[in-house]
């Protein structure tokens, strides 16, 4: 199973960016996938959830600027950013869950068997 992310980027404050996770070896329809990112000198933190139903849950800080989506036909998950801050830099990782769907904790990194190898946005001032 492989986690590809594309689509980071420099944008100015305010602006929009999409990410792209392109997943191959496993039928994305069957699984729940989310965002994470991780900031310089941070931990790395849940951004997104969607789950193999498509129900989706967001963290706070994303709530009202970022979408979620999955396009099953092209095994691909996307994160559309608006209005995006400074505060939103970091790098963004996508994963998946091993079955269906997160067994507690959407938002802990235990639930997540594979994970792309991260894609750095950058929002500047």
């Known amino acids: 199973v492989e986690l590809v992310e594309s689509g980071g980027g420099l944008v100015q404050a305010g602006g929009s960016l999409s990410v792209s996770c392109a997943v191959s070896?496993?039928?994305?329809?069957?699984?729940?996938l989310a965002w994470f990112r991780q900031a310089p000198g941070k931990e790395r933190e849940f951004v997104a959830y969607?789950?193999?139903?498509?129900?989706?849950w967001y963290a706070n800080s994303a709530k009202g600027r970022f979408t979620i989506a999955r396009d099953n036909a092209k095994n691909t998950v996307s994160l559309q950013m608006n209005r995006l801050k400074p505060e939103d830099t970091a790098v963004y990782y996508c994963?998946?869950?091993?079955?269906?769907?997160?067994?507690?904790?959407?938002?802990?990194?235990?639930?997540?068997?594979?994970w792309g190898q991260g894609t750095q946005v950058t929002v500047s001032p």
């Open positions: 994963a998946s869950t091993p079955s269906s769907d997160a067994a507690n904790d959407i938002s802990s990194s235990d639930e997540y068997d594979f």
């Open positions: 969607i789950s193999s139903s498509d129900g989706v």
């Open positions: 070896g496993r039928t994305l329809s069957g699984h729940a």
